[in-house]
């Protein structure tokens, strides 16, 4: 949950990184979200109402979170751009947000992940 809190609190951020557990937690949460909303919205018969002004709330942090996760693995936002071939831009695109980060800092910041991330394992 505070991943999904801290996604809404850099409500418009769309610079530095961020990282996996960042940004699934936070679309973990929105279909969860998602979920309970639809099923109350049919319970009062509300027409997509709730889960429409939901979608709305979130559309410009679940941007942000996207892009800060693009910059994690050294890729600019531009990246998202992929996803307009058909079929494998969506598969490449999902490998990329699956892809952990590199060790240490990039152009984009530090590591989400701190300093033992950059330190090797032995």
């Known amino acids: 949950m505070n991943y999904y809190m801290d996604v809404l ?6 610079t530095g990184r961020a990282s996996r557990a960042e ?5 973990l949460f929105n279909l969860i979200i998602g979920i309970v909303l639809s099923l109350v919205g049919r319970l009062i ?3 997509g109402i709730l889960g429409g002004l939901y979608s709305l ?3 410009i942090p679940g941007l942000a979170v996207l892009f800060r996760r693009l910059h994690d693995i050294g890729k600019s936002g531009w990246w998202i751009f992929i ?3 058909p079929l494998v831009g969506v598969i490449w695109f999902l490998v990329l947000l699956a892809t952990d980060s590199g060790p240490g800092d990039n152009q984009y910041g530090p590591n989400p992940k701190g300093a033992a991330a950059s330190l090797p394992t032995v």
């Open 57 to 59: 709330a979130v559309f």
């Open 45 to 47: 018969h509300d027409g």
């Open 23 to 27: 940004y699934w937690y936070f679309i």
């Open 83 to 85: 996803l307009l071939i």
């Open 9 to 14: 609190k850099k409500y418009a951020v769309f």
